[in-house]
């Protein structure tokens, strides 16, 4: 092949400008993991250490490394150095003479370099200039401050000096409401020399018009042709060569055309196999291949329904696939760290496998982060797992300048052509919140941010938001993609109008609950078309509060703690729900613990409310997966990849096949939520224990029908009926669904908070078998166990269940095993449930 890379990975140093000692650096890197790797500066995520860098922002960092060339490799035609991401200021030098400048992390770059280059050792040297001194300077000539509620510009010793909006850099970097400021600088990601002669293969749009019987697909490769010799591109699948054909010296685009009949579809985990075919398209002078370009892509045909109901009143928003419209199950999905080169690919795998685990179909990119690594994007489409994907814009408002608008379109054209062909992207979205924040034309709308500036000034900022996110953006999307859909912003009611909660079109986030201060009981009542954020915050689990804090700062009000509390109303708002529903321990691991389950409890019942929506509801994604340092959020895994009482929780209510048990002041209601139809008939029971195991009520029957996208009321009686005199602080509904002897649901349903039932003392037992490496624990109770929380003190495990209720002489089994290949201990485990946090005694 005529085309070489070479990877600039090794002998890299760096230092601050103004300082003489060069030190070891890596590349892909930060200056704060380099200089962590200097023993400079201690871990930013320890404690209050975040307070002690902030300078690290404010200086001028220089990288350098040397690589030789011999005369053969200099004679290639082109070379060029192609920095997948430098984030961000960064003023590149080869052999000293400048070749360069760069000004957006979210950018590839390429410089031709050919002439700058000799024989023998040559010099790389990339000056990185402080994004805090650039964005000082932007703010200054821009005359006056853009919206920013997220930019802690005050941690940052910056006074209320918001920069964040004018670098085109990561906005979470600056602080967010569950995110540390800490502003990095660095070659994120690889640095090669890239070195062709005449021709190349520059990329590949891939076209389809995909159903059940055939694919007709077309490939649209761009060359960098720059010799006159007679070309031939050659496409293959899985294999196999479906087009081939010469091309003309001039040409820079080529098309090709082929059909694949009873095409394997891709389709989301939910609804079937999300296959993969390999392509390839290669470049020949007569016998010699020169290039080729490889990815998997799905076959597929996705599409945004918007239908106006009968009613004329609102509008659907629903994703069909292959035809199929499919309930959206999934959350939002934020940077793993803010050190973005040290996420590792199992994090990653790690991230996405727990995605699909907890049943989910959809992850939404949010817009305060990154365009993420190409394997986030692989995985989700070898997991079936559709990406909703942002621009990088979030809760501001930016500036319109020429340059910065043309910064932004190439960004857009960068990752859009990057991200394109994966088989997940289902969506692109301009930007998070900032339609329904400035809320154009609605005096009374919005947060507040119009009325601070003058008439002329709010001219000037919707303006400009009109042209990035109205002209530029969806004009990207439309000329370098096979016809993707996109939406302006999340949330938006569609046709221009602002989302609210009570809007019958678009997509909507609602924090009622939470910011709102609404019952958790309002997640019934506030239900959009596409819920595409909602949430509820809780603590990393004791044994990750462990890895951050000394035994003095167990107290959630404690300096360190609530430094790891990024939410201004977080420890309130979680104190408020949990006195509503639980006893609140005193115990600081308790409280944690509790923590979790009013996190979990809260979201599944919002998710079961969706669910109970169908179709009129087509999508619910929460506020959010993961976090990027350990802290209190509202995410499901912590920092350590730690999955939270909520993942469980959402791998439960997210089956395709649902049990929605339901009570209020009269009737007991049982429904069916499904994703799917099941045609043959099914069983159901439904009984009423108490927490001693006692029967009191049994009913069975069976379902002839269960519909896909749909809820069907199974069941319902009275009260009255169902309970007689009895007890209602000590009992349960315990309900099941079987099809063909096999379980696909069970749900437990008590009728009061858990503050007011009164849990036994229950007589528990284990047992421990290994398993190779792993360990099966089988737990098993003479009464009800509410909440039963395995404590693994070793890092990386899985278990099949945690947090779970266990019923009167029931058994379950437990498999806990290790994503690194470690014996698991049974020594290392200790257990919890919530009866034991609880002093007072229900009367
Ligand atoms: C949502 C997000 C984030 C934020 C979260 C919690 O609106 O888009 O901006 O972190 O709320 O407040």
Same mark, same amino acid.
């Given at each position: 092949?005529?085309?070489?890379? #070479?990877?600039?990975?090794?002998?890299?140093?760096?230092?601050?400008?103004?300082?003489?000692?060069?030190?070891?650096?890596?590349?892909?890197?930060?200056?704060? @993991?380099?200089?962590?790797?200097?023993?400079?500066?201690?871990?930013?995520?320890?404690?209050?250490?975040?307070?002690?860098?902030?300078?690290?922002?404010?200086?001028?960092?220089?990288?350098?490394?040397?690589?030789? #060339?011999?005369?053969?490799?200099?004679?290639?035609?082109?070379?060029?150095?192609?920095?997948? =991401?430098?984030?961000?200021?960064?003023?590149?030098?080869?052999?000293?003479?400048?070749?360069?400048?760069?000004?957006?992390?979210?950018?590839?770059?390429?410089?031709?370099?050919?002439?700058?280059?000799?024989?023998?050792?040559?010099?790389?040297?990339?000056?990185?200039?402080?994004?805090?001194?650039?964005?000082?300077?932007?703010?200054?000539?821009?005359?006056?401050?853009?919206?920013?509620?997220?930019?802690?510009?005050?941690?940052?010793?910056? =006074? !209320?000096?918001?920069?964040?909006?004018?670098?085109?850099?990561?906005?979470?970097?600056?602080?967010?409401?569950?995110?540390?400021?800490?502003?990095?600088?660095?070659? &994120?990601?690889?640095?090669?020399?890239?070195?062709?002669?005449?021709?190349?293969?520059?990329?590949?749009?891939?076209?389809?018009?995909?159903?059940?019987?055939?694919?007709?697909?077309?490939?649209? @490769?761009?060359?960098?042709?720059?010799?006159?010799?007679?070309?031939?591109?050659?496409?293959?699948? !899985? =294999?196999?060569?479906?087009?081939?054909?010469?091309?003309?010296?001039?040409?820079?685009?080529?098309?090709?055309?082929?059909?694949?009949?009873?095409?394997?579809?891709? &389709?989301?985990?939910?609804?079937?196999?999300?296959?993969?075919?390999?392509?390839?398209?290669?470049?020949?002078?007569?016998? %010699?291949?020169?290039?080729?370009?490889?990815?998997?892509?799905?076959?597929?045909?996705?599409? #945004?329904?918007?239908?106006?109901?009968?009613?004329?009143?609102?509008?659907?928003?629903?994703?069909?696939?292959?035809?199929?419209?499919?309930?959206?199950?999934?959350?939002?999905?934020?940077?793993?760290?803010?050190?973005?080169?040290?996420?590792?690919?199992?994090?990653?795998?790690?991230?996405?496998?727990?995605?699909?685990?907890?049943?989910?179909?959809?992850?939404?990119?949010?817009?305060?982060?990154?365009?993420?690594?190409?394997?986030?994007?692989?995985?989700?489409?070898?997991?079936?797992?559709?990406?909703?994907?942002?621009?990088?814009?979030?809760?501001?408002?930016?500036?319109?300048?020429?340059?910065?608008?043309? %910064?932004?379109?190439?960004?857009?054209?960068?990752?859009?052509?990057?991200?394109?062909?994966?088989?997940?992207?289902?969506?692109?979205?301009?930007?998070?919140?900032?339609?329904?924040?400035?809320?154009?034309?609605?005096?009374?709308?919005?947060?507040?941010?119009?009325?601070?500036?003058?008439?002329?000034?709010?001219?000037?900022?919707?303006?400009?938001?009109?042209?990035?996110?109205?002209?530029?953006? +969806?004009?990207?999307?439309?000329?370098?993609?096979?016809?993707?859909?996109?939406?302006?912003?999340?949330?938006?009611?569609? !046709?221009?109008?602002?989302?609210?909660?009570?809007?019958?079109?678009?997509?909507?986030?609602?924090?009622?609950? &939470?910011?709102?201060?609404?019952?958790?009981?309002?997640?019934?009542?506030?239900?959009?078309?596409?819920?595409?954020?909602?949430?509820?915050?809780?603590? +990393?689990?004791?044994?990750?509060?462990?890895?951050?804090?000394?035994?003095?700062?167990?107290?959630?009000?404690?300096?360190?703690?609530?430094?790891?509390?990024?939410?201004?109303?977080?420890?309130?708002?979680?104190?408020?729900?949990?006195?509503?529903?639980?006893?609140?321990?005193?115990?600081?691991?308790?409280?944690?613990?509790?923590?979790?389950?009013?996190?979990?409890?809260?979201?599944?019942?919002?998710?079961?409310?969706?669910?109970?929506?169908?179709?009129?509801?087509?999508?619910?994604?929460?506020?959010?997966?993961? /976090?990027?340092?350990?802290?209190?959020?509202?995410?499901?895994?912590?920092?350590?990849?730690?999955?939270?009482?909520?993942?469980?929780?959402?791998?439960?209510?997210?089956?395709?096949?649902?049990?929605?048990?339901?009570?209020?002041?009269?009737?007991?209601?049982? $429904?069916?939520?499904?994703?799917?139809?099941?045609?043959?008939?099914?069983?159901? @029971?439904?009984?009423?224990?108490?927490?001693?195991?006692?029967?009191?009520?049994?009913?069975?029957?069976?379902?002839?029908?269960?519909?896909?996208?749909? @809820?069907?009321?199974?069941?319902?009686?009275?009260?009255?009926?169902?309970?007689?005199?009895?007890?209602?602080?000590?009992?349960?509904?315990?309900?099941?669904?079987? %099809?063909?002897?096999?379980?696909? /649901?069970?749900?437990?349903?008590?009728?009061?908070?858990?503050?007011?039932? $009164?849990?036994?003392?229950?007589?528990?037992?284990?047992?421990?078998?290994?398993?190779?490496?792993?360990?099966?624990?089988?737990?098993?109770?003479?009464?009800?166990?509410?909440?039963?929380?395995?404590?693994?003190?070793?890092?990386?495990?899985?278990?099949?269940?945690?947090?779970?209720?266990?019923?009167?002489?029931?058994?379950?089994?437990?498999?806990?095993?290790?994503?690194?290949?470690?014996?698991?201990?049974?020594?290392?485990?200790?257990? $919890?449930?919530?009866?034991?946090?609880?002093?007072?005694?229900?009367?």
């Amino acid at each position: 092949m005529n085309k070489q890379t #070479i990877t600039l990975a090794e002998n890299w140093q760096f230092k601050q400008v103004t300082e003489a000692e060069w030190m070891k650096a890596e590349v892909p890197g930060t200056v704060h @993991t380099d200089l962590m790797l200097n023993g400079k500066i201690d871990d930013p995520y320890y404690r209050m250490n975040e307070r002690s860098v902030q300078w690290v922002d404010k200086e001028d960092w220089v990288y350098k490394t040397s690589f030789k #060339i011999d005369a053969s490799t200099l004679k290639h035609q082109h070379i060029q150095l192609h920095f997948d =991401g430098i984030d961000t200021y960064g003023s590149i030098y080869l052999n000293n003479q400048k070749v360069g400048r760069t000004d957006n992390m979210f950018r590839e770059w390429d410089f031709d370099i050919k002439s700058y280059l000799v024989e023998g050792e040559n010099t790389l040297k990339v000056v990185l200039e402080s994004p805090i001194q650039e964005g000082l300077k932007a703010l200054d000539k821009h005359g006056y401050a853009l919206p920013a509620i997220n930019d802690q510009s005050e941690i940052g010793e910056l =006074g !209320d000096k918001q920069v964040s909006i004018f670098t085109r850099k990561a906005g979470y970097h600056y602080g967010w409401d569950w995110g540390p400021r800490l502003v990095t600088s660095g070659i &994120w990601r690889e640095v090669t020399l890239q070195m062709w002669d005449n021709n190349k293969i520059d990329n590949v749009l891939v076209q389809q018009n995909t159903n059940q019987d055939k694919a007709e697909v077309t490939l649209v @490769t761009e060359l960098d042709q720059s010799s006159n010799q007679p070309l031939r591109l050659v496409a293959k699948l !899985d =294999g196999k060569v479906v087009d081939q054909r010469e091309v003309e010296t001039s040409i820079k685009s080529v098309q090709q055309h082929f059909t694949i009949n009873n095409p394997k579809l891709w &389709w989301t985990a939910n609804l079937g196999e999300p296959y993969l075919y390999q392509l390839e398209v290669e470049l020949y002078n007569g016998q %010699n291949l020169l290039d080729v370009h490889q990815e998997r892509i799905g076959l597929r045909d996705i599409k #945004i329904v918007q239908k106006p109901d009968e009613d004329g009143k609102g509008k659907s928003f629903y994703f069909e696939v292959n035809g199929r419209p499919v309930f959206v199950k999934g959350a939002n999905y934020i940077p793993n760290d803010l050190f973005l080169p040290r996420v590792s690919d199992s994090t990653y795998h790690h991230m996405i496998q727990s995605t699909l685990d907890a049943n989910m179909n959809m992850l939404r990119v949010w817009g305060g982060g990154i365009y993420e690594n190409d394997i986030f994007y692989d995985l989700c489409d070898e997991k079936g797992i559709l990406v909703w994907q942002d621009f990088m814009f979030a809760c501001s408002m930016y500036p319109g300048d020429k340059a910065f608008l043309e %910064n932004v379109k190439q960004e857009a054209v960068d990752n859009v052509k990057r991200l394109r062909n994966h088989a997940s992207i289902a969506i692109w979205c301009g930007n998070n919140e900032m339609e329904m924040a400035w809320a154009p034309g609605e005096e009374k709308m919005g947060w507040g941010w119009k009325q601070q500036y003058t008439v002329a000034q709010r001219a000037e900022i919707w303006g400009d938001y009109e042209k990035v996110f109205h002209e530029i953006l +969806p004009d990207v999307v439309k000329d370098y993609t096979d016809n993707q859909f996109y939406w302006r912003s999340s949330p938006t009611g569609g !046709d221009g109008e602002v989302a609210h909660y009570e809007h019958r079109s678009g997509d909507m986030h609602y924090w009622g609950v &939470w910011h709102g201060e609404h019952p958790f009981s309002d997640f019934r009542k506030y239900i959009g078309r596409f819920m595409s954020e909602y949430g509820f915050q809780s603590f +990393p689990e004791f044994k990750s509060v462990k890895k951050y804090t000394i035994p003095e700062d167990y107290d959630i009000e404690s300096e360190v703690m609530a430094s790891h509390q990024r939410s201004g109303i977080g420890n309130l708002r979680i104190k408020k729900y949990m006195e509503d529903q639980y006893q609140v321990p005193a115990d600081f691991e308790d409280f944690l613990y509790v923590g979790q389950l009013l996190q979990a409890e809260s979201i599944y019942a919002a998710i079961q409310a969706h669910r109970e929506k169908m179709p009129y509801c087509m999508g619910s994604l929460y506020w959010q997966l993961n /976090d990027c340092w350990p802290v209190a959020s509202w995410s499901s895994m912590d920092y350590y990849g730690e999955w939270k009482a909520l993942q469980y929780f959402a791998k439960e209510v997210n089956k395709n096949t649902s049990l929605i048990v339901n009570h209020d002041e009269k009737n007991l209601s049982v $429904k069916i939520a499904s994703d799917v139809a099941v045609q043959s008939v099914s069983d159901l @029971t439904v009984k009423l224990i108490d927490f001693k195991g006692n029967e009191l009520f049994d009913f069975s029957k069976t379902v002839e029908e269960i519909k896909e996208n749909n @809820t069907t009321e199974v069941f319902t009686t009275t009260l009255r009926e169902a309970l007689k005199e009895k007890d209602k602080n000590g009992i349960l509904v315990v309900t099941t669904l079987k %099809n063909g002897g096999v379980l696909i /649901d069970t749900d437990y349903h008590y009728f009061v908070m858990q503050k007011e039932l $009164k849990l036994p003392q229950p007589q528990l037992e284990y047992t421990f078998e290994e398993k190779g490496n792993d360990l099966l624990v089988t737990v098993s109770t003479d009464k009800l166990v509410k909440n039963l929380f395995i404590e693994v003190n070793q890092d990386n495990v899985d278990l099949t269940n945690n947090y779970f209720d266990l019923l009167p002489n029931q058994k379950m089994e437990v498999l806990i095993s290790s994503r690194v290949n470690e014996k698991i201990s049974k020594n290392n485990l200790e257990f $919890k449930h919530l009866q034991q946090t609880m002093t007072e005694l229900v009367k």
